[in-house]
Structures are given as structure tokens and as C-alpha cells.
């Protein structure tokens, strides 16, 4: 499935909403420092994982327009798929707040994951503020085990609203710059990875099957039956491309292609390759400008 940000397939939603995991930290109480800085902190060292599904409640007096408020809201507001809201509260607003409600329902498969992710509450357990920046620490979903675990995020205050950096300075000046065509570039992006490791999957998955049919290749539905393949390979829904396997009249070579479902939104190239044996040609790509290509 893909995941506009952690990726975005784990994206563009993997990548924009991941965030660093602590080393530890000691718990103390919220006071002020000779710098300027205040420590709102009640959170532990990392060491113990919770499940996704235990009750958690915040641990610290959360103040209103807080920086732990914008955690917390965002998150809500993520859970609850009010994905524009919650956007808003990120260095991601620029890509968001030009999109028509229609833009956004495109979106939405790729937003969707995310939402699922997010526990019911969020234990919210460190506060941290110098000025014009901010960390919050909170108990949040690890990327790889979706196990709960003590996360850092950053946040900076613009226009007396604390909005969290979900992206570095560098891709949020690419951000400004797209405005809302930025997840849609993202999304074109990572199918283009997904096609090519797809095919990749392909390849290997038919040569296992001849290894085991006397070297003969069969057809996708085939590889999908045999669990050689994800279903993913039969729809252009989660990878946003169509994929096409032609045998030759002996079933002893394939050519393998995988081209975009809608030209210029889930997709710009065309990648193809050919299998005969144990030998393959390399991986090609060509902007046929959608068409499909002929095997």
C-alpha cells in the first residue's frame, strides 16, 4: 500500500510524519531556566515498548496554545481525518491550504493510512520552550513496529501559533516553492519507486516459479495464487500503475512493463524489461506520456 508521507508508502506519510526517537531524558518538574528556557517534563527513558492499544493519557498540564496543545491537536485532528486541520499545524500548511476540497479527496488514500495509526490518546510527557522554538516528547507509534515508544518533535512558533516541523528547512523551502502541487509531485515520485521495485518483485518471483516448473514462466494471476506476488501487482490502486507480463509462445521468456494508471498524477514514466532464463535485461523507463507499452 502506499503512504504519501511516510514514505508518502511511507509518504509521502513514513517520511513527513516521523520523528526522532529519544535517548532518554529525567523527569523533573516544569520550571524556569537562567536562559529562558522552560521545562514542562514528567517523561522516561525509552526502554519499556507499549502496545498501540493501551490507554494513555498526557502526564503534564497541558496549557492552551501550547506547544503540547499543537501536538495534541494535530494528532486529534489526524485521527479524526480532518487531514486539512491538521496540516495547518505543520510546516506543510503551504502545500495543503491552496488544494480544493476535490484536490484533497485524491489524496485521501494516501492520507488514510496515517489516520488509522494514531492511538486513541496520546501520552503527552515533556515540554520543552526557548523562545521561539519548542519539544514536545509523547508516547507515538514506531514507524517499523507500530509499537509505542517515547518520540521528540520539533515545533517553532509563526504568527502566535506553534506548528510542528515535520519536514527539514530544505524540503520546506521545496514546499513553499510547489505549494499544493507538492504532494501530488511526491505522490508521482514515490510510485515511480514502487513501480520499479514492483517489477523487481516480478522478476524474482517468476524465477523462483521456474525453478520449480522445469523453467517455465507463468502469468501474474498465477504468481499472485501461489502468494509468489502481492495482490497489490493486479490494480493500479495502491501503486498507482498498471502492470503487464507477456509470455513468449514456450513460456520460456516474459517481458514485464508497468506504466501509469493516470498520466501525470499517479505516474510519468513507463518502465519495461525482458526474462529469459536466468538472464534479464536491465530495467528501462521511457515517458510515453501514458500509453501503454507494447509488449
Known amino acids: 500500500m502506499s503512504n504519501l508521507f511516510f514514505q508518502v508508502k511511507n509518504l509521502v506519510l513514513v517520511t513527513v510524519f516521523s520523528v526522532s526517537l529519544l535517548s532518554g531524558c529525567t523527569a523533573e518538574a516544569a520550571r524556569e531556566r537562567k536562559d529562558g528556557e522552560k521545562v514542562n517534563d514528567k517523561s522516561e527513558v525509552p ?29 486529534g485532528h489526524l485521527r479524526e481525518r480532518k487531514f486539512r486541520e491538521a496540516m495547518f499545524l505543520t510546516n506543510l500548511r503551504p502545500a495543503i491550504e491552496g488544494l480544493t476540497d476535490a484536490e484533497l479527496k485524491e489524496l485521501q488514500v494516501d492520507f488514510e493510512p496515517l489516520a488509522a495509526q494514531v492511538p486513541t490518546e496520546i501520552e503527552i510527557n515533556g515540554e520543552i520552550t526557548t523562545k521561539e522554538k519548542a519539544t514536545v516528547t509523547a508516547k507515538l507509534p514506531d514507524n517499523e ?21 515535520t519536514v527539514d528547512e530544505k524540503a520546506e523551502s521545496v514546499v ?58 493486479l490494480t493500479a490502486e495502491t501503486t498507482g500503475y498498471n502492470y503487464q507480463v507477456q509470455l513468449s509462445p514456450d513460456k520460456k521468456k516474459y517481458t514485464a512493463a508497468a506504466t501509469p494508471a493516470v498520466y501525470g498524477k499517479t505516474g510519468k514514466l513507463t518502465y519495461w524489461f525482458e526474462a529469459s532464463g536466468d538472464k534479464t535485461s536491465s530495467l528501462k523507463n521511457k515517458d510515453t506520456k501514458g500509453q501503454a507499452f507494447k509488449l
Open 145 to 165: 513496529t507500530d509499537e509505542l515508544k517515547l518520540q521528540q518533535i520539533s515545533l517553532r512558533r509563526e504568527n502566535g501559533v506553534w506548528i510542528i516541523l
Open 47 to 75: 526502554t519499556v515498548n507499549n502496545t498501540k492499544n493501551e490507554s494513555a493519557k498526557p502526564t503534564i498540564k497541558i496549557e492552551p496554545n501550547s506547544p503540547a496543545d499543537s501536538v495534541r491537536s494535530f494528532y
Open 176 to 233: 513553499k516553492k510547489e505549494g499544493k502541487n507538492y504532494f501530488f509531485a511526491l505522490r508521482v515520485e514515490t510510485h515511480h519507486k514502487e513501480a520499479k521495485a514492483m517489477l523487481e518483485r516480478v522478476n524474482k518471483a517468476q524465477m523462483v516459479y521456474a525453478v520449480k516448473n522445469g523453467g517455465l514462466f507463468t502469468d501474474v494471476g498465477a504468481l499472485v495464487e501461489q502468494g509468489f506476488l502481492p495482490k497489490d501487482v
